[in-house]
């Protein structure tokens, strides 16, 4: 018997028993919707992890020279932080070595930044704002572009001239009714003025990522955010990954010695990378994917059995057709085909509910709930070749209790 | 069919006990069946039921032979092993002259399906097919394909006059359209014997003769049948006779023979 008639046979069965068939289903159906759902959430967070998130705080192929971290989402234990805080800062001395030792084609950004009091004529309340100052390469590093203005130069940094360029909240929040472009903003009491409005950063988990203000490093800010030549960081970003690889070498060498660091020491500084502060995330992930493969797993055990005990009873109801079915020439094989393949078709038709459940399910907590979900096709493949074997695996023992039928007393049943 | 076979005439004894006395010889190709010496035996629960206890067959090609005997004779079981449902724990069975006592599970299953063609007495339609798939499934386990396939089940259908109802469930049709699906079914592989265990055991007689009707035909035409039947006004279609009784063939004789004898001694000669 051919595979396709064996499946439509299988089908047409499922067909006169449809309230019995879904119920057999129900198992393998709610595992696959689990499967496709978890892995969806996975999917999705990690998509928004790496490219929305990450790429927001630590642009690609590059890291950042620092004391300690700049981003912890996976927060830290006592022990680390105290270690952290015992560390040296990072020194205006540091910088020329350090980029001499960069690769040619690497751009590099000293930065530094606190959060400050800001102040406009035209808003009567002052407000703190992030801000920073950058080296012009900051802006290159950053991809970021002006919607109005522009970003200050080399040499505007080298003369320490008072611009400062404004993120879209700053500007509608200061600038509530007037053009920003030339006015002046107090950043610490200190008069700067505006010169450009960076294009909108978008915002992580929610919060906004435009309420900053950015301006040259040399310029007078520089005295409020760190004091006594100390600097938060240099921003390295490489041409490539194999060269990112090659720079952070270089610089933990130059650090390490400048800081006359012993061979068994440990780095009392950071070279931090959107994987390193990934990595809490991928820990999330590690439960997640367990959860995800646990639940579905469960339901596809009970699936199982639901389906191995229809499949026995649709053996014994039907002892009399497999006689008869002997009778006109089917071999054991064929027997064993025709319920192999219809606990398959049946397990198969199953996933294929779950899956379609389950991108639903998806589609709705991404609806409903901030979690970005993405069905992966991966995953949808995984669920199909589940349903099929889950299926084969339950059938065989039934429908070798068929195909071994005696056909007389098979016939003889009723 | 040509004309020779349709005139050859019946086996004499002679012939038959020619051919079944000689064993491990293989039986010229104008034998369909040659059975020698064919043993089965039950073991039910340790206490040995010998449903057939040596018997010797031959039933030549084009033949329409009855069998009968009483209740319990080994009628069904003969039946069995001729169809290649079973295979004797003694003896030996050739089919259209290949010996086939001791072929494996699935040889056997293709010579049922090549060989063989079956009619029961309750009929053993697939319920939930129609009857054109019914009398498709023997070509579906012959690997023809699905055209061809309802090509022949039509054909099949109409030679038993039920091409109107090829789209009919078994549950929509009478009981003597349900055996005439069955025969049909029988026939579509073309098979050397058809063979049938009571065909009319669950017919009123009306029927019953319409059924039989449809058997002459067939052996007109030169298809070999053997029937299992009860009741001597169906045994009268066939042109011989065969009585069991406790598992041996007591008489195996021309139809004519096998009235006299009835008219003179009674039913009792079957029964
Ligand atoms: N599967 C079986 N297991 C045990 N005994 C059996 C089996 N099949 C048949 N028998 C026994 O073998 C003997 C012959 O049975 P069989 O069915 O061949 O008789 P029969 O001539 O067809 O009878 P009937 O006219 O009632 O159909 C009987 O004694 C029966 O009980
Ligand atoms: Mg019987």
Same mark, same amino acid.
Request: aromatic share 6%.
């Given at each position: 018997?051919?595979?396709?008639?064996?499946?439509?046979?299988?089908?047409?069965?499922?067909?006169?028993?449809?309230?019995?068939?879904?119920?057999?289903?129900?198992?393998?159906?709610?595992?696959?919707?689990?499967?496709?759902?978890?892995?969806?959430?996975?999917?999705?967070?990690?998509?928004?992890?790496?490219?929305?998130?990450?790429?927001?705080?630590?642009?690609?192929?590059?890291?950042?020279?620092?004391?300690?971290?700049?981003?912890?989402?996976?927060?830290?234990?006592?022990?680390?932080?105290?270690?952290?805080?015992?560390?040296?800062?990072?020194?205006?001395?540091?910088?020329?070595?350090?980029?001499?030792?960069?690769?040619?084609?690497?751009?590099?950004?000293?930065?530094?930044?606190?959060?400050?009091?800001?102040?406009?004529?035209?808003?009567?309340?002052?407000?703190?704002?992030?801000?920073?100052?950058?080296?012009?390469?900051?802006?290159?590093?950053?991809?970021?572009?002006?919607?109005?203005?522009?970003?200050?130069?080399?040499?505007?940094?080298?003369?320490?001239?008072?611009?400062?360029?404004?993120?879209?909240?700053?500007?509608?929040?200061?600038?509530?009714?007037?053009?920003?472009?030339?006015?002046?903003?107090?950043?610490?009491?200190?008069?700067?003025?505006?010169?450009?409005?960076?294009?909108?950063?978008?915002?992580?988990?929610?919060?906004?990522?435009?309420?900053?203000?950015?301006?040259?490093?040399?310029?007078?800010?520089?005295?409020?955010?760190?004091?006594?030549?100390?600097?938060?960081?240099?921003?390295?970003?490489?041409?490539?990954?194999?060269?990112?690889?090659?720079?952070?070498?270089?610089?933990?060498?130059?650090?390490?010695?400048?800081?006359?660091?012993?061979?068994?020491?440990?780095?009392?500084?950071?070279?931090?990378?959107?994987?390193?502060?990934?990595?809490?995330?991928?820990?999330?992930?590690?439960?997640?994917?367990?959860?995800?493969?646990?639940?579905?797993?469960?339901?596809?055990?009970?699936?199982?059995?639901?389906?191995?005990?229809?499949?026995?009873?649709?053996?014994?109801?039907?002892?009399?057709?497999?006689?008869?079915?002997?009778?006109?020439?089917?071999?054991?094989?064929?027997?064993?085909?025709?319920?192999?393949?219809?606990?398959?078709?049946?397990?198969?038709?199953?996933?294929?509910?779950?899956?379609?459940?389950?991108?639903?399910?998806?589609?709705?907590?991404?609806?409903?709930?901030?979690?970005?979900?993405?069905?992966?096709?991966?995953?949808?493949?995984?669920?199909?070749?589940?349903?099929?074997?889950?299926?084969?695996?339950?059938?065989?023992?039934?429908?070798?209790?068929?195909?071994?039928?005696?056909?007389?007393?098979?016939?003889?049943?009723? | 069919?040509?004309?020779?076979?349709?005139?050859?005439?019946?086996?004499?004894?002679? =012939? !038959? /006990? $020619?051919?079944?006395?000689? %064993?491990?010889?293989?039986?010229?190709?104008?034998?369909?069946?040659?059975? *020698?010496?064919?043993?089965?035996?039950?073991?039910?629960?340790?206490?040995?039921?010998?449903?057939?206890?040596?018997?010797?067959?031959?039933?030549?090609?084009?033949?329409?032979?009855?069998?009968?005997?009483?209740?319990?004779?080994?009628?069904?079981?003969?039946?069995?092993?001729?169809?290649?449902?079973?295979?004797?724990?003694?003896?030996?069975?050739?089919?259209?002259?290949?010996?086939?006592?001791?072929?494996?599970?699935?040889?056997?299953?293709?010579?049922?399906?090549?060989?063989?063609?079956?009619?029961?007495?309750?009929?053993?339609?697939?319920?939930?097919?129609?009857?054109?798939?019914?009398?498709?499934?023997?070509?579906?386990?012959?690997?023809?394909?699905?055209? =061809? !396939? /309802? $090509?022949?089940?039509?054909? %099949?259908?109409?030679?038993?006059?039920?091409?109107?109802?090829?789209?009919? *469930?078994?549950?929509?049709?009478?009981?003597?359209?349900?055996?005439?699906?069955?025969?049909?079914?029988?026939?579509?592989?073309?098979?050397?014997?058809?063979?049938?265990?009571?065909?009319?055991?669950?017919?009123?007689?009306?029927?019953?003769?319409?059924?039989?009707?449809?058997?002459?035909?067939?052996?007109?035409?030169?298809?070999?049948?053997?029937?299992?039947?009860?009741?001597?006004?169906?045994?009268?279609?066939?042109?011989?006779?065969?009585?069991?009784?406790?598992?041996?063939?007591?008489?195996?004789?021309?139809?004519?023979?096998?009235?006299?004898?009835?008219?003179?001694?009674?039913?009792?000669?079957?029964?």
């Amino acid at each position: 018997m051919r595979f396709y008639e064996a499946v439509r046979l299988a089908l047409s069965m499922i067909r006169v028993q449809k309230l019995k068939s879904f119920f057999t289903l129900l198992g393998v159906m709610i595992g696959v919707m689990f499967l496709i759902a978890v892995v969806s959430i996975v999917e999705g967070m990690g998509h928004y992890m790496q490219d929305d998130l990450m790429g927001k705080l630590i642009p690609i192929n590059t890291f950042n020279l620092r004391q300690t971290p700049n981003v912890t989402l996976g927060g830290v234990d006592r022990a680390t932080w105290q270690e952290w805080q015992r560390r040296p800062r990072i020194k205006e001395e540091d910088i020329a070595p350090v980029l001499a030792a960069l690769s040619p084609g690497t751009r590099a950004a000293v930065v530094s930044q606190d959060n400050l009091m800001v102040e406009s004529r035209y808003v009567p309340k002052p407000k703190q704002v992030d801000a920073s100052n950058v080296t012009a390469p900051w802006f290159d590093i950053k991809k970021m572009g002006v919607t109005e203005g522009r970003v200050f130069t080399a040499q505007e940094d080298a003369l320490g001239a008072p611009v400062v360029v404004i993120g879209t909240d700053v500007a509608s929040y200061f600038f509530p009714s007037v053009d920003p472009i030339g006015r002046e903003l107090k950043v610490g009491h200190i008069p700067y003025t505006v010169i450009g409005i960076a294009e909108s950063q978008g915002s992580v988990f929610g919060i906004s990522l435009d309420k900053f203000i950015v301006a040259p490093y040399n310029s007078p800010l520089k005295r409020l955010t760190n004091r006594h030549g100390v600097i938060d960081g240099i921003m390295i970003q490489s041409s490539d990954e194999t060269t990112m690889l090659a720079n952070e070498d270089a610089v933990r060498s130059v650090m390490r010695t400048r800081r006359k660091l012993l061979p068994q020491q440990k780095d009392n500084f950071v070279l931090e990378t959107s994987d390193q502060d990934l990595e809490f995330w991928n820990k999330i992930k590690g439960y997640l994917v367990v959860a995800g493969i646990a639940l579905p797993a469960i339901g596809l055990v009970v699936g199982a059995i639901v389906i191995m005990n229809i499949m026995l009873v649709a053996v014994a109801e039907r002892t009399a057709e497999i006689g008869v079915r002997k009778a006109l020439g089917a071999r054991r094989q064929d027997i064993l085909a025709q319920f192999l393949v219809e606990s398959a078709t049946l397990s198969t038709l199953g996933s294929a509910i779950g899956v379609v459940c389950g991108i639903g399910i998806s589609a709705i907590i991404a609806s409903v709930s901030p979690l970005p979900t993405h069905v992966a096709l991966w995953s949808i493949v995984v669920s199909v070749m589940l349903g099929a074997g889950v299926g084969i695996a339950a059938g065989v023992y039934p429908a070798s209790r068929a195909a071994l039928l005696d056909p007389i007393t098979a016939l003889r049943a009723e | 069919m040509n004309n020779e076979i349709e005139e050859a005439p019946l086996s004499t004894t002679a =012939e !038959r /006990r $020619a051919v079944t006395q000689v %064993a491990g010889v293989a039986p010229g190709q104008e034998w369909a069946i040659v059975a *020698r010496g064919l043993k089965r035996e039950y073991d039910m629960g340790g206490e040995i039921v010998r449903a057939l206890r040596g018997v010797d067959i031959a039933v030549r090609r084009n033949e329409y032979v009855a069998i009968m005997g009483p209740s319990g004779s080994g009628k069904s079981t003969l039946m069995n092993l001729i169809g290649c449902l079973d295979t004797p724990d003694a003896g030996e069975y050739w089919l259209n002259g290949t010996l086939v006592s001791d072929m494996s599970d699935d040889q056997l299953a293709h010579v049922r399906n090549k060989e063989i063609g079956f009619v029961f007495q309750t009929f053993n339609l697939l319920p939930r097919s129609t009857a054109l798939q019914n009398v498709e499934l023997p070509l579906v386990y012959a690997g023809v394909g699905s055209e =061809e !396939r /309802r $090509a022949r089940a039509k054909e %099949a259908l109409e030679r038993v006059e039920l091409g109107e109802r090829m789209d009919h *469930r078994p549950n929509e049709l009478s009981g003597g359209q349900r055996q005439r699906v069955a025969i049909a079914r029988a026939l579509v592989n073309r098979p050397a014997i058809l063979l049938a265990d009571e065909p009319t055991g669950n017919l009123d007689s009306r029927t019953s003769e319409d059924i039989m009707r449809v058997f002459s035909g067939l052996s007109d035409h030169g298809q070999t049948v053997i029937m299992v039947t009860h009741e001597p006004d169906i045994a009268a279609h066939a042109r011989r006779v065969i009585v069991l009784r406790d598992g041996v063939v007591e008489t195996d004789e021309r139809k004519e023979t096998f009235h006299e004898r009835l008219t003179a001694f009674g039913s009792s000669v079957v029964g």
